[in-house]
């Protein structure tokens, strides 16, 4: 048109008419367009597209950018609900381990935790430094490292409460950092009855060591005087050789004693299946501790007017009965000369437990011995254990066999006033086949 009219091939005033119809024409087809155009950015703006009015729509290309919009929604809802789904997954897998585990970031603030180390911590300790929660130099000194680009390690610490926690922390450093800025993440893990089983197996074999080394220690010295000084001497040789025979079967019977316990601990998890009558187990026992009764100054008796059948193991059994009768026998006879005292033995069932019970009139055992009489080698008096032949693993080896036999030890006792020892074990039930 300009060209036009500047060569004045056209008269102005009809270009500029024509120019005037030619925009109004313009402008009413494309009204539409740009009408939808205005729509679908309206819809698209909306940030509750479920809630978003879908707009009527005039052309076929706006239409067509609307179905891509819906679909594009579409799937990023999809995606976004899986996202959600997913981290819900991991925060109840992180909820669900055993262990207490936080997360620190770069500054070692704590900046997350799982449910266990809320259960240990309390809720309130967001967003502190890790010292104001554990303050083991070598924990804090391990967290520090790792947040200086160093690798991960584990540092062993005691927390005072609850009851002493000995703890494991691993502290590792995550690959690229985590939501909020976690840098670094510290797991606890309970030690506490591992230690004690260490230190148990440690103090055990200590023990059994020196219980071995005192009798064998006092063999070799008597040998030495045998081959030596005493050489010539019958009446000396007589004497050390019969010392030499207690020492030895002292020896004997504590390696009786490891091995049994030992055997009873290799099947602690296995049931016994025998049917095994108490009230002959007893009596079979106290047959044989006659001679000792007679020994020690020790009147023994036994009430079990019935059969009063468990499911057991009746070599184990066997053991029970004659550790705790044996130990009344020893530590409650009257001594030499003296007019015995009672040691009574009562078999008997109660409802659905059978009971055997055995009560002697001897020193008693006080109060605070009481809850460790079944330790490996716990003894109230070594020296008077030792003479009378003990070893100190009787009642460590009663309470195993009980607990294989889903029974109980119970210990009533005062100094002065004698002791009752009875174990409790299960009745066997109507599946009695036959008696032993
Ligand atoms: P030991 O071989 O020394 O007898 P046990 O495990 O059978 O070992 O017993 C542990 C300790 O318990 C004994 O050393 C003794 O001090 C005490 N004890 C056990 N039975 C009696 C009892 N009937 N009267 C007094 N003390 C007892």
């Given at each position: 048109f300009v060209v036009l009219v500047v060569a004045q091939a056209i008269p102005i005033l009809p270009a500029l008419a024509a120019l005037a119809v030619l925009s109004a024409a313009t402008?009413?087809?494309?009204?539409?367009?740009?009408?939808?155009?205005?729509?679908?950015?309206?819809?698209?703006?909306?940030?509750?597209?479920?809630?978003?009015?879908?707009?009527?729509?005039?052309?076929?290309?706006?239409?067509?950018?609307?179905?891509?919009?819906?679909?594009?929604?579409?799937?990023?809802?999809?995606?976004?609900?899986?996202?959600?789904?997913r981290l819900k997954f991991h925060e109840t897998l992180f909820d669900s381990l055993p262990s207490p585990i936080l997360l620190l970031d770069r500054q070692r603030r704590i900046i997350g935790e799982n449910a266990a180390a809320r259960k240990v911590f309390g809720?309130?300790?967001?967003?502190?430094?890790?010292?104001?929660?554990?303050?083991?130099?070598?924990?804090?000194?391990?967290?520090?490292?790792?947040?200086?680009?160093?690798?991960?390690?584990?540092?062993?610490?005691?927390?005072?409460?609850?009851?002493?926690?000995?703890?494991?922390?691993?502290?590792?450093?995550?690959?690229?950092?985590?939501?909020?800025?976690?840098?670094?993440?510290?797991?606890?893990?309970?030690?506490?009855?591992?230690?004690?089983?260490?230190?148990?197996?440690?103090?055990?074999?200590?023990?059994?060591?020196?219980?071995?080394?005192?009798?064998?220690?006092?063999?070799?010295?008597?040998?030495?005087?045998?081959?030596?000084?005493?050489?010539?001497?019958?009446?000396?040789?007589?004497?050390?050789?019969?010392?030499?025979?207690?020492?030895?079967?002292?020896?004997?019977?504590?390696?009786?004693?490891?091995?049994?316990?030992?055997?009873?601990?290799?099947?602690?998890?296995?049931p016994p299946t025998e049917a095994v009558d108490l009230a002959l187990v007893a009596r079979h026992v106290v047959d044989g501790l006659g001679p000792l009764a007679e020994q020690t100054g020790a009147r023994l008796t036994i009430d079990a007017p019935a059969a009063v059948v468990v499911t057991g193991d009746r070599d184990e059994l066997l053991r029970v009965a004659e550790n705790l009768i044996e130990n009344a026998v020893k530590y409650g006879g009257a001594g030499d000369g003296a007019s015995p005292k009672p040691v009574r033995v009562r078999v008997s069932a109660v409802g659905a437990r059978a009971f055997f019970a055995v009560n002697d009139e001897g020193p008693g055992i006080a109060a605070e011995h009481l809850p460790r009489l079944t330790e490996r080698f716990y003894r109230v008096d070594a020296g008077d254990s030792r003479r009378k032949g003990g070893t100190g693993l009787g009642l460590a080896i009663v309470k195993h066999v009980l607990t294989r036999h889903r029974g109980r030890l119970y210990v009533d006792s005062r100094p002065g006033e004698g002791a009752t020892f009875t174990a409790e074990i299960p009745l066997r039930g109507d599946d009695v086949l036959s008696i032993k």
């Open positions: 402008a009413l087809l494309l009204r539409p367009y740009i009408q939808d155009l205005d729509d679908v950015a309206r819809f698209a703006r909306d940030l509750r597209p479920e809630e978003a009015p879908v707009p009527a729509l005039r052309t076929d290309i706006a239409n067509d950018l609307l179905t891509a919009l819906k679909l594009s929604r579409r799937e990023f809802r999809t995606q976004s609900e899986e996202v959600a789904a809720r309130q300790q967001r967003d502190r430094d890790l010292a104001a929660l554990l303050r083991n130099p070598d924990l804090l000194d391990a967290a520090d490292q790792v947040l200086a680009g160093e690798p991960g390690g584990a540092v062993e610490f005691t927390l005072p409460s609850p009851a002493n926690t000995e703890y494991r922390a691993m502290v590792e450093p995550l690959p690229r950092p985590g939501p909020g800025g976690a840098a670094a993440v510290l797991s606890l893990h309970d030690i506490t009855a591992l230690k004690r089983v260490e230190q148990m197996r440690a103090d055990f074999i200590a023990n059994a060591s020196h219980e071995l080394r005192t009798p064998l220690a006092a063999l070799l010295g008597f040998i030495e005087t045998l081959q030596g000084p005493a050489r010539n001497d019958s009446v000396a040789r007589e004497k050390f050789l019969g010392i030499m025979q207690q020492q030895a079967t002292r020896m004997a019977r504590l390696i009786d004693d490891l091995l049994s316990l030992s055997r009873i601990e290799r099947t602690r998890h296995v």
